[in-house]
């Protein structure tokens, strides 16, 4: 068991995930009822420069202003610091239209 977890250990070494600063994600999720956008960006973006995927007419938005952010192009996860000294949340966007820069 303790020789099976030392392997593990060896692939994730050899695999590490990156991630890389990004200025702001896009979050578009349609459904029947209208469907929501989420938006995290930095602190300076203006909401008016983010670029969302379509969405209908009756889509709800959401604006989340973060200290840092980091998107994983391979895996589809994000990372976000509400306050730099804070560690990082994660969060998928794999259930989402995203996009990001």
Same mark, same amino acid.
Not at 51 to 74: K, M
């Given at each position: ?21 990004? !200025? ?12 929501? !956008? ?17 969405? !209908? ?31 990082? !949340? ?12």
């Amino acid at each position: 068991m303790i020789l099976s977890c030392a392997v593990e250990e060896e692939n994730d070494a050899s695999n590490p995930v990156t991630f890389k600063p990004v !200025q702001f994600i896009t979050l578009t999720n349609e459904n029947t009822g209208g469907g929501s !956008q989420i938006a995290y960006h930095l602190s300076g973006i203006s909401e008016e420069s983010l670029i969302f995927c379509f969405c !209908q007419e009756e889509c709800t938005r959401e604006f989340v202003t973060v200290a840092a952010l980091e998107f994983n192009e391979e895996t589809t996860d994000f990372r976000y610091k509400m306050d730099l000294d804070e560690d990082f !949340q994660t969060a998928s966007s794999r259930d989402w239209c995203t996009r990001y820069q």
